[in-house]
């Protein structure tokens, strides 16, 4: 009679283990695919690369080669980068 009291006490502390394991890979799971999903970002790196504004790269071009004086590049450089008003 005590054998068998012993065998379904064993029985129940596996299953508990079993439980407790499976639970434990859940969690890593989860961790693992949020963590993935939201890559960390190096101290001082832009949160986003910067847009490529066409308009000011063709000014910069323009100024490069002699075609704008600097008066006129740096308030068409201004005026670029300003939001329009609405």
Known sequence: MLS???HSL???VI???VIAALAALVAYLVVRFVNRR???TAVGAPSS????DVALEQLRLRYARGEVS???Y???ATDLATAPSP
Do not use: G
């Open 74 to 76: 740096l308030q068409a």
């Open 38 to 40: 939201t890559p960390p």
């Open 4 to 6: 068998n009291h012993h």
């Open 10 to 12: 064993l029985r129940v």
């Open 15 to 17: 299953a508990m283990l």
């Open 70 to 72: 600097r008066t006129d």
């Open 49 to 52: 690369p910067p847009v490529h």
